[in-house]
């Protein structure tokens, strides 16, 4: 994949955020001969490709984030794709994918088959199993349930950032590393303490012009299939008035490979669409709790919305509307995405990534590029974090020699 440049030897990096941009950038990097260590606050690699999967004797299995990588839309991207396939871990999901419109004074919906020449691929056998493929590298390390907060030591010479990185919890000393990638835009605002004391004031500026769109999401088990529901996808149409469904997608997640049980238990994933995501979080943000509270009100008010919603819709359109038994629901649960996608204004460029060289800093993720809030934005731009780094360690290797 990469040239191994001659400085990269003895080189330390640490990556924080083991989404889709943050795996493409260290497993480049490691291939490069770096050694990457890749911190992540969660319990699961993956980022909003991760896979949530429930702790009771079921161990139900949702892809609860992003729900598949459509077509390529750039030969960089499509090679990439055509090597994770071969390599196993992502597979073409051979679904049945629809349009619905929802209208709450109709009995059934109007339903349309999705555009033949759309593609899906899921990572096989989960989600996460893309980014944990790609972090699977002698040179990389990942730690877990670890939110890493960055200051920089630039006190010798005033050359370059030197980062020192330590833990939230515990105030743990994790190392102190030559570059450090950042995957995650929501790392710079107020809200979060990975980088409030790094001297990043461009980044963090660059940052706060970027708009969130938050998602809303069910997981719901049902003890046995939804008879009459001989759909996979379902896109549901935004009608733009107060008669459509609060729902934005819904999906059969054993439809998907690699996800079948043998104990007939049914999983879906349940997305909002966003206007009704963004109204209930406003609401609940006005109500004056603390994040946490709002956090967890949130998730419960999300299930709650959700599951009724769908449970009313699913009649409308099943093949047996008039005599659907729905089964019981064992497992529902609640989730929020409060920057689901990033909408980045005309002024932030084609740029695939952001840099700042003088404190050794890149960041990557999908808001950066062409193909914003794409499985694909994310991996171009995490390419391109580092071959930037790569770029600029192969320019310094060559002043020294000259």
């Given at each position: 994949m990469t040239n191994l440049p001659k400085g990269t030897k003895g080189l330390n990096i640490a990556v924080l955020g083991t989404g889709i941009a943050g795996s493409t950038a260290s497993r480049y990097l490691a291939e490069a001969g770096i050694k990457v260590t890749v911190f992540e606050c969660?319990?699961?690699?993956?980022?909003?490709?991760?896979?949530?999967?429930?702790?009771?004797?079921?161990?139900?299995?949702?892809?609860?984030?992003?729900?598949?990588?459509?077509?390529?839309?750039?030969?960089?991207?499509?090679?990439?794709?055509?090597?994770?396939?071969?390599?196993?871990?992502?597979?073409?999901?051979?679904?049945?994918?629809?349009?619905?419109?929802?209208?709450?004074?109709?009995?059934?919906?109007?339903?349309?088959?999705?555009?033949?020449?759309?593609?899906?691929?899921?990572?096989?056998?989960?989600?996460?199993?893309?980014?944990?493929?790609?972090?699977?590298?002698?040179?990389?390390?990942?730690?877990?349930?670890?939110?890493?907060?960055?200051?920089?030591?630039?006190?010798?010479?005033?050359?370059?950032?030197?980062?020192?990185?330590?833990?939230?919890?515990?105030?743990?000393?994790?190392?102190?590393?030559?570059?450090?990638?950042?995957?995650?835009?929501?790392?710079?605002?107020?809200?979060?303490?990975?980088?409030?004391?790094?001297?990043?004031?461009?980044?963090?500026?660059?940052?706060?012009?970027?708009?969130?769109?938050?998602?809303l999401t069910l997981m719901v088990a049902f003890e046995s299939p939804l008879k009459g529901i001989n759909l996979d996808g379902i896109n549901f149409m935004d009608t733009n008035d107060d008669e459509g469904s609060i729902l934005g997608w819904a999906a059969r997640d054993t439809s998907k490979p690699g996800r079948a049980r043998q104990d007939g238990k049914e999983c879906w994933v349940v997305q909002s669409n966003p206007k009704i995501a963004k109204k209930l979080i406003t609401k609940m943000n006005k109500k004056g709790n603390s994040f946490e509270s709002t956090r967890e009100n949130v998730k419960d008010k999300a299930k709650e919305m959700l599951l009724a919603e769908f449970l009313r819709v699913l009649p409308k359109i099943s093949d047996d509307s008039g005599t659907m038994k729905i089964p019981k629901v064992i497992s529902a649960v609640g989730h929020r995405w409060s920057a689901a996608f990033p909408i980045v204004s005309q002024q932030g460029g084609e740029d695939k990534c952001f840099t700042d060289f003088n404190n050794r800093f890149v960041a990557c993720g999908d808001y950066c590029g062409k193909y914003t809030g794409r499985i694909e934005g994310a991996f171009l731009s995490g390419k391109a974090a580092a071959d930037t780094i790569i770029s600029e360690i192969n320019t310094n290797d060559n002043e020294e020699i000259s």
């Open positions: 969660g319990r699961g690699i993956g980022g909003r490709t991760s896979t949530r999967i429930t702790r009771d004797e079921h161990r139900l299995s949702f892809d609860h984030g992003a729900q598949y990588i459509g077509r390529p839309k750039t030969e960089e991207f499509r090679v990439a794709l055509e090597e994770w396939e071969t390599n196993g871990f992502i597979k073409k999901w051979n679904g049945k994918f629809v349009n619905v419109d929802i209208m709450t004074s109709s009995e059934n919906a109007l339903i349309s088959p999705e555009d033949p020449d759309k593609e899906h691929y899921v990572g096989y056998p989960a989600m996460h199993s893309i980014c944990r493929n790609l972090l699977h590298h002698q040179n990389i390390r990942v730690v877990l349930q670890t939110r890493a907060c960055a200051t920089c030591d630039n006190s010798v010479g005033g050359g370059p950032c030197s980062w020192n990185l330590i833990s939230q919890k515990g105030r743990k000393d994790l190392g102190t590393f030559d570059w450090l990638v950042g995957s995650d835009r929501l790392s710079a605002t107020n809200n979060r303490a990975d980088m409030r004391s790094a001297p990043l004031d461009a980044f963090k500026d660059y940052v706060s012009s970027i708009e969130s769109v938050p998602s």
